[in-house]
């Protein structure tokens, strides 16, 4: 069964009270004046965000909304504290943003295993009246309240962590590619978007070398402004190390070669300059589908001219598949992915 891909949410948390301090005073025989002995209340619970690989979606914050830790228990007498509420924890996908939705500040970037971020504090416990004995009050009869523990509305918005981010126009095979690259088994088809949501998946060339490989769903002229479904995707190309450029060069495709490598690219960069400096390699898909071949020798002067790594696969016959593999791992490592990829183990 395939779960629904949720890759951003709003939610309230909210952190637990303090105790209220205790007004008590010691009544033991022999000791007819004690004193007062009202203990401290205790510390409310954070709500602290932990990052974990075994997530790969935010759908456990899709149907509740309402997050709040415990509150802290009130003082008692002989000077005892109440106890801590206890720490809500909420597990995340690593690759998580979080964001104070009022104010859109990031509050924290988790990007590691098991890394943590309190995103509400638990109000302190209220002192007992033990504290506020003085030799002219030797008896008081007050006490501190516990404080409020913070709440907040957050945004969490997920961004994956993947080595090889798979880009192109929507049909030009990227699914069919990732399924012959990987073990994902995307939903295919000839038509627009077949793919609704980033698709990973993990490409092995041996025990040693391994790469996890996103496809991102179809980009479209005007993604950059929403249209299409690539504003809700482009995010997650910005933490991947480096794009596979996906080109249809079939007799069947929809648009000249360079036009769509173009189009894709401006969009990029109209989301964000980085993106379009991330290395890229271009790949020519559906060769088998192509009458003449010596457009392949066309592009790869073209792109080959301009700094770019081209090559030609047919995801149908397999051919190029093998040669790609290497070919991504040999510019992985020249990108400095060994620590990339170090971010989704630590």
Same mark, same amino acid.
């Given at each position: 069964m395939?779960f629904?891909?949720v890759?951003r949410?709003k939610?309230h948390?909210?952190a637990?009270d303090?105790?209220?301090?205790?007004?008590?005073?010691?009544?033991?025989?022999f000791?007819?004046?004690g004193?007062?002995?009202g203990?401290?209340?205790?510390?409310g619970?954070?709500?602290?965000?932990v990052a974990?690989?075994?997530?790969?979606?935010l759908?456990?914050?899709?149907? *509740?909304?309402?997050? *709040?830790?415990e509150n802290?228990?009130p003082?008692?007498?002989?000077?005892q504290k109440?106890r801590d509420g206890e720490?809500l924890?909420?597990?995340?996908?690593v690759?998580?943003v979080?964001?104070?939705?009022q104010?859109?500040?990031?509050?924290?970037?988790l990007i590691r295993?098991?890394q943590?971020?309190?995103?509400?504090?638990?109000? *302190?416990?209220?002192?007992?009246?033990?504290?506020f004995?003085?030799?002219?009050?030797?008896?008081?009869? *007050?006490a501190?309240?516990? /404080?409020?523990?913070?709440?907040?509305?957050?945004l969490l /918005?997920?961004?994956l962590?993947?080595?090889v981010g798979?880009i192109?126009?929507p049909n030009?095979?990227?699914?069919t590619?990732?399924?012959r690259l990987?073990?994902a088994r995307?939903?295919t088809?000839?038509?627009p978007?077949?793919?609704?949501?980033?698709e990973?998946?993990?490409m092995?060339?041996?025990?040693e070398?391994r790469?996890?490989?996103?496809?991102?769903?179809?980009?479209?002229?005007g993604?950059h402004r929403?249209?299409g479904l690539?504003h809700?995707?482009?995010r997650?190309?910005e933490?991947?190390?480096?794009?596979l450029?996906?080109?249809?060069?079939?007799d069947?495709?929809?648009?000249?070669?360079?036009?769509?490598?173009?189009?894709v690219?401006?969009?990029l960069e109209l989301?964000?300059p980085?993106?379009?400096?991330?290395?890229?390699i271009?790949?020519?898909?559906?060769?088998?589908?192509?009458?003449d071949?010596?457009?392949l020798?066309?592009?790869r002067?073209y792109?080959?001219?301009?700094?770019y790594?081209?090559?030609?696969?047919?995801?149908?016959?397999g051919?190029?598949?093998q040669e790609?593999k290497?070919i991504?791992w040999?510019?992985?490592?020249?990108?400095?992915g060994?620590e990339?990829a170090?971010?989704?183990?630590?």
């Amino acid at each position: 069964m395939r779960f629904p891909f949720v890759d951003r949410v709003k939610i309230h948390v909210k952190a637990g009270d303090g105790g209220r301090g205790a007004v008590a005073f010691l009544r033991e025989k022999f000791r007819p004046r004690g004193g007062p002995a009202g203990g401290d209340g205790g510390r409310g619970g954070n709500v602290v965000l932990v990052a974990t690989t075994s997530k790969h979606t935010l759908l456990d914050f899709k149907y *509740r909304r309402h997050f *709040r830790a415990e509150n802290g228990q009130p003082g008692r007498g002989k000077k005892q504290k109440g106890r801590d509420g206890e720490d809500l924890i909420l597990y995340v996908p690593v690759g998580t943003v979080v964001r104070d939705a009022q104010k859109g500040e990031v509050i924290c970037d988790l990007i590691r295993e098991g890394q943590r971020c309190v995103v509400a504090r638990g109000g *302190r416990g209220g002192r007992g009246n033990a504290h506020f004995a003085t030799p002219t009050d030797q008896a008081p009869r *007050r006490a501190e309240p516990g /404080e409020k523990g913070e709440e907040r509305w957050i945004l969490l /918005e997920l961004k994956l962590i993947a080595d090889v981010g798979i880009i192109g126009l929507p049909n030009a095979g990227k699914s069919t590619l990732i399924s012959r690259l990987t073990a994902a088994r995307p939903k295919t088809g000839s038509y627009p978007f077949t793919t609704l949501s980033p698709e990973l998946g993990v490409m092995e060339l041996d025990e040693e070398r391994r790469l996890v490989l996103a496809d991102i769903p179809g980009l479209v002229k005007g993604a950059h402004r929403g249209a299409g479904l690539g504003h809700e995707f482009l995010r997650h190309i910005e933490r991947t190390r480096i794009l596979l450029h996906l080109i249809d060069v079939s007799d069947a495709r929809e648009m000249d070669p360079l036009e769509a490598f173009e189009t894709v690219n401006r969009e990029l960069e109209l989301y964000s300059p980085e993106l379009v400096r991330k290395p890229q390699i271009i790949v020519a898909s559906k060769i088998d589908a192509l009458s003449d071949r010596r457009l392949l020798l066309k592009l790869r002067d073209y792109f080959e001219s301009r700094g770019y790594r081209f090559h030609s696969v047919s995801s149908l016959t397999g051919e190029g598949i093998q040669e790609l593999k290497e070919i991504l791992w040999d510019a992985f490592t020249r990108a400095g992915g060994e620590e990339h990829a170090a971010l989704r183990k630590v």
